[in-house]
């Protein structure tokens, strides 16, 4: 049986919607189109919804609009179904739906993230736990406590033990013995590194130990490690090294592949970090790449660091990489039109409308309010009155009339200032709405379980 969806909006937005719908039929769900009496489909909250959607019918799923901002979970546990935003412009709804009918559900992956605190041994303990949760709330999986070298670290199996107690996975980052062993003896559930020469710690411990080469580009020492561990009945992590650009980059990626190439069936880690820290370039590109990177060579793993200013939203991005790199491998297609969370600054789709079409619904308009859209020709500024075009907000600002009203000239200051940056960037802007910066800025009012279409975020192995 086909799934039934209710789509809830506006007035002004009724007619558009069933003509996108009936446009994008043949479609694998049953639909039904209803308005609740307000104009501008934006302004629904949760107690209108209540108030007005006296029932569902037969929906298997409520779609709101986009930019509704109320309690998604109070109105699923009210009507016993799911509710979700659709996309901000009606003209995206057949690309939201993406290529089957059925809404991208990025709720699965299969790569774990270890997020790494590269100065554990300088933070007490509630500044630990506090790093720690706000990467698990980023993504991660796994909290890394990096250790330092010649710096002493004497909280560290207090440390494992108290993150532990929180309900953290941890491991233990550290070229030291004694600090790899104190922290497995804690009970951490990884220890990053051991070499052939440091296999001993894994027989004092049960953590999971994460190996490298005896020496840089050493894959023979690497495999031999994982042989013998595996012969005893241990399991591991192989790791070979992800080196910067002009330090081994490139023979770095030629090593994992080989690594596959030679054991299949291994479970891999790369670290991220000596590119990522290390290229002063925007992350998420960098991410999107070693993300798929890892998902041809089924590299599950992934250490990450987040201590460069150009690198704070770097565990964001890997959760989302993860994710769209995960489904488009299952759906045998790029990674493309699944989410568009790491393309910042440039946008796919940055205009749904045209100077022609904007200019016709300008006509519509029977208010003294201004409208700001931006289209490819420029920053569109229009009322009942006037209609104007351009690409500098200060070549509008003379013909607006709002000289002698501080306020509502501050208004469209910080909106054309907006629409100015969308436009000279190639990024959507809708008045009244903030610039969207995708997955490296979030918004208080985002769902925290933001990639679930629906259903509950798993991991994949």
Known sequence: ???????????????????????????????????????????????????????????????????????????????????????????????????????????????????????????????????????????????????????????????????????????????????????????????????????????????????????????????????????????????????????????????????????????MMMGTGNLSELTEADTTGIHALLGGIMSELDICNLLTTQVSPHCRSAIREIDLSRRIMFRAREQGRVPKQLNGGLACLHERKPHPYTADAVRAASRQVKDANFRIQTTPDGIHVYNRDVFLTSVDPFALFPDLGVEQDGGHAFYLGVELARAEIAHQLGKRYTQDQPLRWGCTVTFPEEDLNRYSSPGTTKRRK
């Open 1 to 267: 049986m086909k799934e039934h969806l209710l789509f809830v909006t506006g007035s002004l937005a009724e007619e558009g919607l069933r003509s996108v719908l009936q446009g994008m039929e043949p479609v694998d769900f049953t639909w039904e189109v209803r308005s609740l009496g307000v104009k501008v489909a934006a302004l629904l909250n949760g107690d209108l919804i209540r108030r007005r959607l006296s029932g569902i019918g037969q929906a298997n799923r409520v779609i709101l609009p986009g930019r509704f901002r109320g309690d998604i979970g109070a109105l699923k546990a009210h009507y016993g179904v799911p509710f979700q935003r659709g996309p901000e412009e009606l003209m995206d709804l057949p690309e939201w739906f993406g290529r089957n009918g059925a809404a991208v559900d990025l709720s699965e992956y299969a790569i774990r993230i270890f997020a790494e605190v590269a100065d554990a041994p300088d933070l007490g303990l509630d500044a630990l736990t506090a790093r720690a949760r706000a990467f698990r709330a980023d993504g991660a999986d796994v909290i890394d406590l990096g250790c330092l070298p010649d710096t002493p670290f004497p909280l560290l199996d207090e440390a494992v033990r108290h993150l532990k107690g929180e309900g953290f996975l941890v491991s233990v980052d550290s070229l030291n013995p004694d600090e790899l062993l104190k922290g497995g003896l804690a009970g951490a559930d990884f220890l990053l590194s051991l070499t052939e020469e440091t296999l001993w710690i894994a027989d004092e411990v049960a953590a999971t130990p994460v190996l490298l080469p005896n020496h840089p580009g050493d894959l023979d020492s690497l495999i031999r490690s994982y042989e013998t561990l595996r012969q005893r009945g241990r399991d591991c992590l192989v790791d070979p090294v992800l080196d910067p650009i002009h330090f081994g980059f490139t023979e770095s990626l030629v090593r994992y592949h080989e690594l596959r190439r030679r054991l299949p069936d291994a479970p």
